[in-house]
């Protein structure tokens, strides 16, 4: 979210972290979850529905994003880690997706971050 929006306090080195992916040519992984919450971010924050709509299509472009979908197992895994860690919803999702796959959970949220802490790599851009 972050490295969409310019006014973030993040943006900058949400950016550099996903154009080092990009050279790398690292797969992100995102759970379905992303799109909706993408377009909501923008559009709340901005305002116009067509800036939410854009970014989700410039998210959609990425070629080394791979999304998976939110099934019924992962969403009943996602609701364990909730309830255990305390963890919003949606953050939960991201959590279970990152341990399903065996793969690091990148976040600027510390709440998520350290909610998680001890279930999966955590790796802060």
Avoid: C
């Avoid at 797969?27 to 901005?46: C, F, H, N």
């Avoid at 939960?92 to 990148?106: C, D, F, G, N, S």
């Amino acid at each position: 979210m972050s490295a969409l929006v310019a006014s973030e306090l993040n943006h900058p080195a949400s950016r550099r972290w996903l154009a080092e992916r990009d050279r790398a040519g690292e797969i992100l992984v995102a759970p379905t979850l992303l799109i909706p919450e993408v377009a909501a971010a923008i559009a709340r924050r901005s305002g116009r529905s067509t800036l939410g709509k854009r970014a989700v299509a410039a998210l959609l472009r990425l070629p080394n994003l791979r999304i998976v979908d939110l099934d019924a197992e992962l969403a009943e895994e996602a609701g364990q880690i909730a309830a255990n860690r305390r963890l919003r919803g949606a953050d939960a999702v991201y959590v279970a997706l990152a341990r399903r796959l065996e793969i690091a959970l990148v976040s600027w949220d510390q709440e998520q971050v350290e909610r998680a802490r001890g279930l999966v790599e955590i790796v802060e851009p």
